[in-house]
């Protein structure tokens, strides 16, 4: 019983050894990821005005409130790095999912409330309320384009995206992809 006892004292030691050794590498490890998280905040605002321009308010917020987190006293290091990396996640949702949303925009000198179609970060599409204006958004030009011609396909897309009519092909205009 007695050589047991010794031999998870010895176990234990090693482990309160090792648990000192961590605890000391905390400080340096949390001196190394917040210059990392710095960066990745600043390479996220960065993608976000590259990137194409859907819920720009809402992105652009959430990088101002990582930045405002950064300066924190009170929040851990795991948390601010929770954040950074939930930011990254939602950034990352964007590129695979399909979504509408209502917003105002200025198409030929008149504020109009449209209804935006996002398919990913591939095309960026707006249609009036009655779907008499169309629109693309072309990233070589940074502008928008008209898309009369495909109004009925944005039509569909939309209600696609609101999950009134189960997802069917859809032909939009879509930039093609270039060479690095």
Do not use: C
Not at 148 to 174: C, E, F, M, T, Y
């Amino acid at each position: 019983y007695k050589k047991l006892l010794e031999l998870q004292v010895e176990n234990q030691e090693r482990v309160k050894v090792d648990l000192e050794q961590s605890i000391a590498n905390v400080a340096i490890v949390n001196r190394q990821i917040v210059p990392v998280m710095t960066r990745m905040i600043d390479s996220l605002e960065q993608f976000i005005a590259l990137d194409v321009p859907f819920l720009n308010q809402e992105r652009t917020d959430r990088v101002e409130a990582l930045k405002e987190l950064m300066s924190r006293q009170d929040v851990t290091v795991a948390e601010k790095f929770r954040k950074v990396t939930e930011a990254y996640q939602i950034e990352n949702d964007y590129g695979r999912t399909i979504e509408t949303y209502k917003h105002t925009l200025d198409v030929d000198g008149k504020i109009l409330e449209l209804d935006f179609l996002r398919i990913g970060r591939i095309s960026l599409l707006y249609q009036s309320v009655d779907g008499k204006i169309s629109g693309a958004w072309n990233q070589d030009t940074q502008s928008w384009d008209d898309a009369s011609s495909q109004r009925n396909q944005i039509k569909l897309g939309l209600r696609i995206a609101k999950k009134q009519v189960p997802p069917d092909l859809v032909i939009l205009p879509v930039a093609s992809p270039e060479a690095a």
